[in-house]
């Protein structure tokens, strides 16, 4: 349970530094409605920022413009 925790806590500050204010309400809003698409998101936004793919904040466009991709 504290591993899990600790995981939520890594992704969430990931995903602040790699995302815009607006992405990341948007990233909210699509957890509460499909969280294992939220999941999926979240593993792809972590693998391209872990290889450079991520310059600077993504702006809630550009996570959309992902999201249309991955459906």
Same mark, same amino acid.
């Given at each position: 349970?504290?591993?899990? #925790?600790?995981? *939520?806590?890594?992704? +969430?500050?990931? $995903?602040?530094? %790699?995302?815009? *204010?607006? +992405?990341? #309400? *948007?990233? +909210?809003? %699509?957890?509460?409605? =499909?969280?294992?698409? /939220? #999941?999926?998101?979240? $593993?792809?936004? %972590?693998?391209? +920022?872990?290889? @450079? /793919? %991520?310059? @600077? =904040? ?7 413009? $992902? ?5």
């Amino acid at each position: 349970m504290e591993e899990q #925790e600790t995981i *939520r806590q890594q992704k +969430a500050m990931i $995903m602040s530094q %790699i995302l815009s *204010r607006e +992405a990341l #309400e *948007r990233l +909210a809003n %699509i957890r509460t409605v =499909k969280p294992e698409k /939220a #999941e999926k998101l979240e $593993m792809i936004l %972590i693998q391209n +920022a872990q290889r @450079g /793919a %991520i310059q @600077g =904040k993504m702006s809630e466009q550009q996570m959309v413009d $992902m999201l249309e991709e991955v459906n």
